[in-house]
């Protein structure tokens, strides 16, 4: 373990964080909130203080292996997390440090869950924070750090794979450090052009903001108790409806664009899966909902297009309580929640790519069942899948089951519902938000206990970060001396 380079790495992050927080300082500052402006004073001050000397001199063996690259990802995500509750629990907006951390955790691992009954009286400081943590955990810290500093090697691509959702991550250009700001200025120039349209709707700029870090992030975190639905606004529902599905496409795909392979762009094999998975959920619900709960055609496409969108890509985001809708339609938007988004996109959930290669495997066993001579092979966009990958994505299906059950059993001590119970960890483990029962559109995590809490935080964590890198970090190899 380069435990040097761990330590650099780790102090760059808080000085990042610090820097990070500046804006939401600015705005308490503005507003005039006192406790918060002192808060995230406070908190940046102990950030650099932490942070300064961990960095004032780089470590001469900047060599990372995967198993450093994992515990990286790991350590930097818990301390992120840690430090940036520090403003809910110093302001006291928050006055428990689990529930100020649950709801940190939630917001950078792009979940959306949230232990807060209330919203709208929260200081603006607090609100644009919150959303923010959003935006940053969309893309990744670790990501963002690679861009803005001078590393390089083909060492820092593990750092990137670990932080990076999907079952791999492949460099756009040979540096990593021009991967690192290509995927960076996309995921600005998105946001950007989200903010704009949501003005020229008429939105407030603050609202503009925080909402479109929540969709950037694929988060979910809104500043209206009743999340969009609040705005009672259609072209709202449609605008940020796209952005989140915009957001959770594969960012190579938009490479492919920028560099004019259009055929290899709109050819790509999860984007038109992901595609038709979204217009056929859209269509079952609308026709589900259509009278049985939406008097028009219209109205019931509206809120279907809008929760299908936010469900798949794991927002959050809701404009109607689909707690009230048909059983069909609650169990095609359970499905979305696990399947998730693309690989290499914001969005959280198994990974469709994940889907489509444990289904093509499962399609070449049985034909090598029926036909032993026969020899095929698992292929995506044309190419064959090595070993390597369909390894990986084998073991984490199996950790994501034995992980969802062992949770699922954890959150049963506190006694709720099935509903609540099982859509939880579904909504947690996914980075979803919103579930079923008392976890719906229209409630929220505060009445679990500590365990449970615990439990979901952790389940937040692995999902973000794809499990790999906590379990590395849990495992005592991690301390061996063997680079791997």
């Not at 290899?264 to 998975?277: M, N, S, T």
């Not at 059983?327 to 095609?332: A, E, G, N, P």
Request: proline share 4%.
């Amino acid at each position: 373990m380069n435990s040097r380079m761990l330590q650099y790495i780790l102090g760059l992050v808080l000085k990042i964080e610090a820097l990070f927080m500046i804006p939401a300082a600015l705005i308490s500052f503005f507003y005039h909130e006192e406790k918060p402006f002192f808060a995230f004073l406070a908190a940046i001050i102990l950030m650099l203080a932490i942070g300064i000397p961990a960095t004032v001199k780089q470590p001469e063996n900047k060599l990372i292996y995967m198993k450093e690259g994992l515990c990286i990802a790991a350590l930097s995500w818990i301390l992120i997390s840690v430090f940036g509750a520090l403003p809910f629990f110093f302001s006291r907006v928050i006055p428990s440090f689990l529930d100020c951390l649950f709801e940190t955790v939630s917001g950078f691992t792009t979940t959306g869950a949230s232990i807060l009954n209330e919203v709208e009286s929260l200081p603006r400081g607090i609100l644009f924070w919150r959303s923010f943590t959003h935006w940053i955990g969309g893309m990744g810290v670790l990501v963002f750090l690679l861009a803005v500093t001078p590393f390089s090697g083909g060492s820092m691509l593990h750092i990137m794979r670990a932080e990076s959702p999907g079952p791999s991550t492949n460099k756009f250009v040979p540096k990593v450090k021009q991967t690192a700001k290509i995927l960076y200025l996309i995921y600005i120039f998105l946001t950007v052009a989200e903010v704009v349209l949501l003005i020229m709707g008429g939105m407030p700029l603050f609202d503009s903001l925080v909402n479109s870090f929540g969709t950037a992030g694929t988060g979910g975190f809104a500043v209206k108790n009743a999340s969009i639905g609040e705005y009672h606004n259609a072209y709202f529902d449609y605008v940020i409806g796209i952005f989140m599905i915009l957001f959770g496409i594969n960012f190579n795909v938009y490479f492919l664009i920028l560099t004019k392979k259009y055929h290899e762009a709109f050819h790509d094999e999860e984007l038109r899966v992901y595609l038709c998975i979204i217009g056929a959920a859209v269509f079952l619900i609308t026709m589900n909902t259509y009278k049985a709960v939406y008097p028009t055609l219209a109205e019931a496409f509206r809120y279907a297009f809008f929760q299908v969108s936010s469900i798949i890509t794991t927002t959050g985001f809701a404009t109607s309580d689909f707690n009230r809708w048909p059983q069909l339609s609650r169990m095609i938007l359970l499905f979305l929640m696990i399947c998730g988004a693309c690989a290499g996109s914001t969005g959280g959930g198994v990974k469709v790519s994940r889907v489509i290669i444990a289904l093509k495997t499962s399609n070449k066993e049985l034909k090598r069942i029926f036909h032993p001579q026969v020899v095929t092979t698992v292929q995506l966009n044309g190419k064959t899948i090595d070993r390597e990958t369909l390894s990986s994505v084998h073991v984490y299906l199996i950790l994501y089951v034995v992980i969802f059950a062992f949770s699922v059993l954890l959150i049963s001590i506190d006694g709720f519902n099935f509903d609540t119970t099982f859509s939880s960890v579904v909504a947690c483990l996914n980075n979803i938000g919103p579930g079923l029962g008392i976890v719906g559109p229209a409630g929220n995590y505060s009445g679990f206990g500590p365990l449970a809490k615990i439990t979901l935080i952790m389940d937040m964590l692995l999902g973000r970060l794809e499990i790999f890198p906590i379990v590395m970090l849990l495992s005592c190899a991690v301390w061996k001396k063997t680079n791997y």
